[in-house]
């Protein structure tokens, strides 16, 4: 079999020998006769994969005892609505940062549960170039929380810093930027990803939460969309998703054998400046219509001169076996997606194709 070079937004490339892993244990799962699939999400076999994702998780970001850790159903978008249902209390008001189109949603979510106000939102025309600066923040002090997106997938722009917002509890959607490299918990009082960016397969979310917040939680919604439900039954309140939790397992242990977080950090910073110095070399013909300092190490976003080129681009491309490079229908152009588990040789491959599209063009 040859791998495609595999740049899909989400669901996006996973690491080779995490799949080749579930292959090998698909049919019969550690001597028990039958496949993890077929196991009770109650028994030993199950529960040692479930608790052992939750462990790792735990080492590799540095998670504390006071937060709790939720492997729950309905990905991301899920989530938007369940925390303003959980943590936008009655009386009070939320703060939210705009910056691509996975915030808007999430604003849009709270609006329909409760007050929630625009803290900053860097559009133009639609469209997101950039992460607003920090004192572009305009925050409510009374805030139940501030909520926003740590990398926006769509628009390619990333924050290279972590927004300061006093005692009020940050909340941050990183679904396409989880665990790319070490951050501080201690800086959120809630951080949550849809799985199948960065560390596994979809309709899967990964929450952290602080266990205060989720104690102060309203009460007065449905049981199944209470953190608390969750967290005092260990994301087994009903059944979950056993096969992708354990597919993430088995990518948390994946990561921690390379070198963790910071092996991470290295390789998507060595990735991400092989692909845009290619865009630098040559910004009349590959134009990267963002901000540098707002510049994503995930998704690389770029133009050509044309449409025409664009698509010409991702036509030929795929003839190549270098998959999903066209850009979000929102935004047009070309997008790269080079999450963790994309190899250099992808990267590179993509960066020595371009050099002969350019030529040819
Ligand atoms: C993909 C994505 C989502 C949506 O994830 P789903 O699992 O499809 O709900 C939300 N936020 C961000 C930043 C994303 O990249």
Not at 277 to 285: C, N, Q
Request: net charge neutral.
């Amino acid at each position: 079999m040859k791998r495609a070079h595999n740049f899909n937004a989400g669901p996006a490339a996973l690491p080779l020998p995490v799949l080749e892993r579930a292959q090998r244990e698909l049919v019969e799962f550690e001597g028990t006769g039958m496949s993890l699939l077929e196991h009770s999400h109650r028994g030993k076999a199950y529960e040692a994969v479930h608790f052992q994702a939750e462990s790792l998780l735990r080492e590799l970001v540095g998670i504390g005892d006071d937060y709790s850790v939720l492997f729950l159903q309905g990905g991301a978008s899920l989530q938007f609505a369940m925390l303003a249902m959980n943590l936008l209390l009655p009386g009070k008001s939320a703060d939210y940062v705009l910056t691509g189109t996975w915030s808007q949603k999430a604003l849009a979510e709270a609006k329909l549960i409760g007050t929630a106000r625009v803290a900053a939102d860097t559009s133009v025309d639609g469209k997101f170039a950039r992460v607003p600066s920090e004192s572009e923040l305009s925050l409510d002090p009374e805030a139940a929380y501030v909520h926003y997106t740590t990398n926006n997938t769509i628009f390619g722009t990333q924050w290279h810093y972590v927004p300061n917002v006093g005692k009020t509890p940050l909340i941050a959607d990183m679904s396409s930027d989880f665990l790319w490299k070490p951050f501080d918990m201690n800086a959120y009082a809630m951080v949550y990803a849809g799985a199948q960016k960065n560390i596994g397969p979809s309709g899967l979310a990964v929450v952290v939460v602080k266990k205060e917040l989720v104690l102060a939680a309203r009460k007065d919604i449905p049981v199944i969309l209470r953190y608390a439900t969750h967290a005092d039954n260990q994301s087994l309140y009903n059944t979950p998703n056993t096969f992708a939790i354990y597919m993430v397992r088995n990518v948390l242990d994946h990561v921690k054998g390379l070198g963790g977080l910071a092996a991470m950090e290295k390789h998507n910073v060595d990735k991400a400046a092989l692909l845009y110095s290619a865009l630098d070399a040559d910004p009349d013909f590959f134009r990267c219509p963002v901000e540098r300092a707002s510049r994503s190490t995930m998704n690389v976003v770029w133009r050509l001169p044309t449409e025409e080129l664009e698509e010409r681009f991702v036509k030929e491309a795929t003839k190549s076996g270098l998959i999903g490079l066209k850009g979000h229908r929102s935004a047009g152009g070309l997008r790269a997606s080079i999450y963790n588990a994309v190899p250099r040789e992808s990267v590179q491959a993509l960066v020595d194709f371009m050099a002969t599209f350019r030529a040819t063009a």
